[in-house]
């Protein structure tokens, strides 16, 4: 039995194996054993800088040695202050904005719909199946994975295929038909003048690492324009320079009302954050209050991480890393024949694993146990889609050439690996994954 069995609770596991961390250098995990691992994942891409990294470690132990109190519901501090007026520098938008603070993407989503919802008068909001929004009870109801199936969706919610290049839902042109059943939605049952916002990823993450096809964010987002409806963009794990550019949504100029920032934002630490027009977030005190909002010592790692990533070049090296990451994963399906599709931006990548090319069958079992033997080998990275069958790799934007080079080796290794048997079903038997 591991460990944490006997006292940490199953219903926030998401276990592939057995896997146990002892410490972190860099961009790589010390296992409790005392291998050295790759991070390709970053904690589900929450590690922006890696492990350690001596910014964050300054400016974290800085701050906490001489905490100016815990909070900025009722004191102001200066971490957070810099913070947000560093959110609004490097974000788009128009008229006066103001930030938001929580600790976790999940908070940030819930705070944007009852935010929206309160403002506008309006009940009903547009999502996507396949978007993992969070994990709270109001993130969740407007969220449309498959893990969240036994959370209630919330009233008003209408939920709208995301284009899938790889698994076109429609025939025709991918993300035709998803655009014509959006105006459908507004002229029917989904009434505009009663549609508060649409949530929307630039690319789906923990639905697949789906990248829509070309125009589909831009005309979402012109249609939200012309009724008037909020076009909020979920920038939590492929915002803030991981996509090889700030925001992944610039990648069709669109400029969202609204953006819920979080994982990478803290550099590990519970950080979260909402940018969004004045007229919504000063719209009345006392409305969306958690005594730790603002921490300063969150504030301060956001700081150090939005410095480190303009002082040491990272959204450049993330789209570098990205492209050598991406040749190398195309050189690896020339001999795997498993690997049925490679998708991604920058260094938020996803690799779609079937049992064969032709039927496209989704190989799950498969995926979880090169995800296993990877851990095995000396890499860490876990899976993601709504047929649990997408390798996900979100490793630190810190991330080397020669950390890319050793990454994929093993990834090739440990494909071959399970191809031919080496790893058994009775060892990941005890792990559902999701
Ligand atoms: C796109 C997206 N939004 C929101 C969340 C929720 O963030 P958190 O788990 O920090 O609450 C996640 C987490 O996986 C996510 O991937």
């Known amino acids: 039995m591991a460990r944490d069995a006997g006292s940490i609770a199953g219903i926030q596991k998401l276990r592939f194996g057995p ?10 995990l010390i296992a409790a054993d005392g291998r050295s691992l790759i991070d390709f994942s970053a904690s589900w891409g929450a590690a922006s800088l890696g492990h350690g990294h001596p910014a964050l470690v300054e400016a974290v132990q800085r701050t906490l040695g001489a905490m100016p109190g815990a909070s900025i519901l009722s004191t102001v501090n200066e971490p957070a202050v810099s913070l947000a007026e560093k ?39 547009i999502a996507f199946v396949g978007a993992y929004h969070g994990g709270t009870t109001l993130s969740m109801s407007v969220s449309g994975h498959t893990a ?56 789906q993450s923990d639905g697949g690492l789906l990248v829509p096809p070309p125009g589909f964010l831009a005309a979402v987002a012109d249609r939200a324009r012309r009724h008037g409806i909020l076009v909020v963009c979920d920038e939590v794990k492929v915002g803030l320079g ?15 009302d609204l953006i819920s920032f979080g994982k990478g934002l803290g550099g590990g630490l519970p950080l979260s954050a909402v940018v969004g027009p004045a007229d919504i977030l000063d719209r009345q005190t006392a409305f969306a209050m958690q005594t730790l909002c603002g921490n300063p010592v969150s504030c301060a790692a ?17 789209a570098q890393r990205g492209g050598e990451i991406m040749t190398g994963l195309r050189r690896l399906a020339e001999r795997h024949p498993q690997i049925g599709d ?35 080998l000396g890499l860490l990275l876990f899976y993601v889609g709504l047929r ?20 994929l080796d093993i990834l090739d290794r440990a494909i071959g690996d399970v191809a031919t048997g080496r790893v058994p079903d009775a060892a990941i038997a005890a792990y559902a994954g999701w």
């Open 148 to 203: 969240q199936a036994h959370a209630t969706p919330r009233p008003g919610l209408f939920l709208l295929p995301y284009p899938n290049p790889y698994r076109p839902h429609f025939p025709g042109a991918v993300g035709e038909a998803t655009l014509a059943h959006l105006d459908y939605l507004l002229a029917t049952v989904c009434p505009a003048h009663d549609t508060a916002a649409i949530l929307i990823e630039a690319i």
């Open 19 to 28: 896997f146990a961390i002892r410490a972190g250098d860099g961009n790589r």
């Open 342 to 376: 490679i998708r991604g931006r920058g260094l938020a990548i996803g690799v779609e694993l079937v049992a064969d090319r032709t039927s496209r069958e989704p190989a799950s079992r498969f995926c979880q146990k090169v995800v296993y033997r990877c851990f095995e």
């Open 87 to 125: 959110l609004l520098e490097l974000t788009p938008g128009q008229g006066e904005r103001r930030v938001w603070f929580g600790h976790s993407g999940s908070d940030a989503n819930e705070t944007i719909i009852r935010a929206v919802e309160a403002a506008t008068g309006r009940k009903r909001v």
């Open 242 to 256: 991981r996509t090889g550019m700030m925001h992944a949504f610039a990648a069709e100029g669109v400029e969202p």
């Open 302 to 318: 956001g700081n150090a991480v939005l410095e480190t990533i303009a002082k040491e070049g990272l959204v450049d090296n993330a």
């Open 388 to 407: 649990s069958n997408v390798l996900e790799l979100t490793p630190p934007m810190t991330l080397t050439a020669r950390e890319v080079e050793k990454g």
